[in-house]
């Protein structure tokens, strides 16, 4: 599980419409210390006796819990047969990270709660089989909108939120033909729109629109699966 902002009772019911249960989950990763990534994580990690981990900086943001294992931000670990490789992103918190997993050859990329791309970013997100990005707001419904205007200038900012068009930014930096789900994220209700999202992303990356998912705050998303292309080693060794 990555971050959780929710209460127990409303985790619950997102996974059990998954099919699993809180016992399954074997570790919380926690990105950062705001309260829609961390609110949930004690309370749910107390419950079901779920390790937590998180970079030492988030580390030391984190009150109310048991323990929190840290890890090092700049080196991939491992938890069971997953190698976690943590990305630091620039974003208003005190050592903020997404992450890069690599299990059975495949490569999921998570991407949210970044202000800017950074080179390392590219490096490491390239070559993903999947990828989950933030597409938070549009400029223009941003500047428009309700946010007062010292928030506005938070979001917008380097250590803020990606928009539409530098997540389009990142992907057009990335191979994206490797990717068999590209699945857009932390979309603001108030400052965007899913059909604003796909229509973008779907023109600027050149796929079909269907072929895209956004995630929606109320229901998130099914499981989507990854298929291993084997053609590499075994092929040769058959
Ligand atoms: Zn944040
Ligand atoms: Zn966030």
New binding site residues.
């Given amino acids: 599980m990555i971050d959780n902002g929710f209460s127990i009772k409303e985790t619950d019911k997102r996974m059990q419409r998954l099919g699993v249960a809180g016992s399954d989950v074997s570790a919380i990763l926690v990105t950062h210390e705001?309260g829609?990534?961390v609110g949930g994580v004690a309370r749910y990690a107390r419950r079901y006796n779920i390790p937590v981990w998180a970079s030492y900086g988030t580390a030391a943001m984190m009150k109310n819990f048991d323990s929190v294992q840290c890890f090092n931000s700049h080196k991939p670990f491992e938890l069971g047969d997953i190698s976690v490789e943590p990305i630091l992103v620039p974003h208003d918190a005190r050592e903020p990270t997404q992450f890069v997993f690599k299990s059975n050859h495949l490569k999921l990329g998570v991407m949210?709660?970044t202000g800017s791309i950074t080179q390392h970013m590219v490096d490491v997100l390239n070559d993903c089989d999947a990828l989950i990005l933030e597409c938070n707001y549009d400029r223009e419904m941003l500047l428009n909108g309700v946010y007062p205007e010292s928030l506005k200038q938070r979001v917008m900012g380097d250590w803020g939120h990606l928009d539409n068009q530098q997540a389009i930014e990142l992907l057009q930096h990335l191979n994206t033909a490797t990717l068999q789900h590209l699945v857009l994220a932390?979309v603001s209700e108030k400052n965007n729109s899913h059909d604003l999202v796909l229509d973008s992303v779907s023109k600027a990356i050149q796929c079909d629109r269907a072929w895209l998912e956004v995630i929606d705050q109320e229901m998130g998303m099914a499981w989507r699966n990854l298929t291993t292309n084997i053609k590499s080693n075994e092929t040769l060794h058959a």
């Fill in positions: 705001h829609d990534h949210t709660d932390h």
